[in-house]
């Protein structure tokens, strides 16, 4: 008869919940399968078909205050918005991931618009721009 210890019994109980719960919290909270576009994509134009979805990705440093608040043209809609955490994003200077679902509802030359800046700062001390330009088929 195999005896094993209650210390050994709790160990292993623990590390049996701790996969089952982290390992499916890791997989939910990965990036959709949408085309996905970063801070690299800035100043270019993208092509996709009216009723498609994009999605932006932009690092951004909650630490300093400095968020990205996004505009959309008229013929573009935000789907949703996801808050990926870095490994860093706790120690100074470390980042966070803030991702926007886009999705195209009309045609012709749409624009996504990004202010990186402190929210309580007027508009005129922006930290960066980013400009994304769609063009809707």
Do not use: C
Not at 68 to 85: A, D, E, P
């Amino acid at each position: 008869m195999l005896l094993i210890s209650k210390s050994l019994f709790r160990k292993t109980f623990i590390i049996v919940v701790l996969i089952m719960v982290v390992i499916p919290t890791v997989i939910s909270a990965s990036p959709s399968e949408n085309k996905v576009l970063n801070d690299n994509n800035n100043g270019e134009t993208i092509t996709i078909k009216k009723g498609d979805s994009f999605n932006l990705q932009l690092k951004e440093n909650m630490m300093t205050g400095y968020l990205w608040k996004i505009r959309l043209s008229n013929g573009l809609i935000l789907i949703n918005t996801k808050i990926y955490q870095t490994g860093f994003s706790h120690m100074f200077g470390g980042y966070q991931v803030q991702e926007w679902t886009i999705k195209a509802v009309a045609g012709r030359n749409q624009q996504v618009i990004g202010l990186y800046r402190r929210p309580w700062m007027k508009v005129t001390s922006v930290g960066k721009i980013f400009t994304l330009n769609v063009n809707v088929i």
